[in-house]
Every structure is written in C-alpha cells, then in structure tokens.
C-alpha cells in the first residue's frame, strides 16, 4: 500500500474507509470487513455519530490478536461546538472513548467554524460564535496541547482553503500536518494541492466517489454524478476496473490520501483493491480536463446571512 509519509517517518496508508453517513448498525461491521481486507486506515469524526459502534468494533479486532492498534491509523475529528480551548481535550477524550482507544494517530479541526457548546447544527444566528470569540489560532494551541500530552500523534485542520491555511501558520510555528478537503475530478484543487505540497502539507480527498448517499436537502437537484460520467466509465471498462476504482487511484496518484465510504463488503473490498489499477497518461490527461471546479460539500448549511463564515472556502468567484 502507497503511505503518505511523515515528518517523524509515521506513515499513513494512502487509502482509508470514510465513515461519514455510514450508519449504526452497519458501520461496526463495515469497520470489521475493512481491518480483515487490508484496510490498515479509518476516517472518523465525532459528529457522524456513529464512534461508539466504531469503537466496539476496533476492540473486538484487536482483541482477537490478528491485527494491532499500531498498525492502524485512525483519525477522528474535532466537532464546530468545541473550538473554545476549555472544550478541545473533553472533546478528544469523549472521542477516544467512544472509540476505545487512547491516542489517535490523527485530529483534525473539522471546519474552520465555530458553535456554540452543544449545538450538533446550526439552526440561527445566534447559535454560532463569532471569529472573535473563538479564535482559531485558540483551537490549535489546544490541538498542539493534544499532541504534546500524548492524546494524539499528528494534527491538522480539514476544509481550510489556502488563506485560512496561511492565517493560522502566520500564527504558529506547529504547522498542520494534514488538510482534509473534498477533492475528486469535478474538483481537482491543483492550486491547493500545489500550496500544501510547497508548505509539507498532506492532503485527503473527501467525498472521493461523490457522496451519492448523502440527504437530498444537501445536494444541488442537478448535480453531476462522478461515478456515471462517461470518461471515468470509458477508463474504467478500458482497464477491467470499477469506476470508483479509477476515482481513488486516480487521487492515490496525485500523492492525497483518499477515504472512501462503503458499508458493503463488496465495495470495501473493490475500494481497496484500486491500488492493482494502472492509469497511464492518457486516462490522466483525460482526467484532469474533467475539472469543473463543482463541489459536493458547499458549506451553505454554515451561512447564515452577515455572520463571519461567509464564503467560507474563500473563492474567488464566491456569490453570496
Ligand atoms: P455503499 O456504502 O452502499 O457502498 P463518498 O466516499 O464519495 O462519500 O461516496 C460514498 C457513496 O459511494 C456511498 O453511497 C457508497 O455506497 C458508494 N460507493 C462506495 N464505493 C463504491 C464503489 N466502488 N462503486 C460505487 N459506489 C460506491
């Protein structure tokens, strides 16, 4: 398996099983077909709800003496409630126990967003706090504190465009590790890429397949569909893969780490096996001129009118 390597030599494994929407019920037993099929990487984050089946099911393989705690790398995520500095570590240790485990490998700040204590999501005005009341250099003092108590092995931030990147490492001299974003061919993020790599930035690829499952009040009513376009079809019959199969190798080659979601033992299994596809040059010239700049993830369910996360990846042709 291709890893992504580390400052201290730690090693990621470069493909990892997304556990957002991944429902209870069915993700304890997805977490357990990954482990057994080689998946040596799960996603997590505390607002999918679903650590603690999570957690059963990572006791339940290392228990059973096969496969080690080391030998996984776990990450998790640091919910939008709890960027105050005081709720950072309570946030962590819930998270660790509800996955059983006492350190992760990896912590991110999951939105560069701030809510108040308890709000899951955000329903008005008054239930976010401002830019200055929860400043984010605060947050990753207390990410940097996680890492030094041993809590956590690597930090990072996830859906940070390039400028909010450079305003928190103005800030800091313990720059983040690793950058979660969404990233496939629709929305390539060359510039992003290119920035993170200059800086020794990792990045993920998020919603990789283009997040099918996600609720129909999240999508676009004609958003494009990833795994049914012609070209990534076309590669795909070309070299007897999947087309999911030609979408995660293809972020595997652009050197990102990449996590996609299944809860069904045959997608696990497919997903993982992309690394035995080949993509030549041509499937990645035709690749990269699919780039559409669409996202999956806006971010609008952040935006409430005037509040300070307006245009939230800061892009240049942002309409409010
Ligand atoms: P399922 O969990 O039933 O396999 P993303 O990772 O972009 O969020 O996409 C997840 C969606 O893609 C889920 O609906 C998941 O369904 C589906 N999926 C996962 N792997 C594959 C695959 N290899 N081919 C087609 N669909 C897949």
Redesign the pocket.
Known sequence: MRTLKFKNHDEMPAIGL?T???GKGEVGNAVKIALNNGYRHIDCAATYGNEAEIGEAFTEVFSEGKIKREEVWITSKLWNDAHKKEDVIPALKETLKDLQLDYLDLYLIHWPVAFKRGVGFPEKDDDYLSLEEAPIIETWNMMIEAKKQGLVKHIGVSNFSSMKLEELMEQTKDIPEMNQVEL?PYLQQDDLLEFCSKQGIHLTA?????????IDAMKAPDEPSL?ENKVIQKIAKKHGA????VLIKWSVLRGTAV??????EG??I??IQSMGVNLDDDDLKEIASLDRHFR?VTGEFFVTKGNSYENIFDEDDYKA
């Open positions: 997304g957002w929407k991944s496939h998020y919603s990789p397949l283009g997040s099918g499952d996600r795994l999947s087309p999911g199969q996590i996609p979601k299944s809860t069904n997608r696990i497919e997903n999956y």
